[in-house]
């Protein structure tokens, strides 16, 4: 279980997900989860697929699901 929760300004996801998965630090079917601003968008790789999404007031919360 990995939660990501930056500043809201942040924008460079595609970067600190690729720094993530290079790392080798995730399991198969790990779960991770992405706190954002609502208007956010999160590019996934291939291997990371959307398994839930809710917002609340202006944060978005991002459940993913990581497959080797």
């Known amino acids: 279980l990995l939660f990501i929760d930056p500043p809201y300004i942040f924008k ?3 970067k600190l997900l690729t720094r993530i998965v290079n790392a080798n630090i995730l ?3 790990s779960i991770i989860i992405i ?3 609502k208007s956010t ?3 996934l790789f291939k291997s990371m697929h959307k398994i839930d999404e809710r917002i609340y007031g202006i944060t978005k919360i991002t459940f993913i699901l990581f497959k080797h």
Request: neutral net charge.
């Open 12 to 14: 460079n996801f595609k």
């Open 27 to 29: 399991l198969n079917n």
């Open 35 to 37: 706190e954002t601003h």
């Open 41 to 43: 968008k999160v590019e």
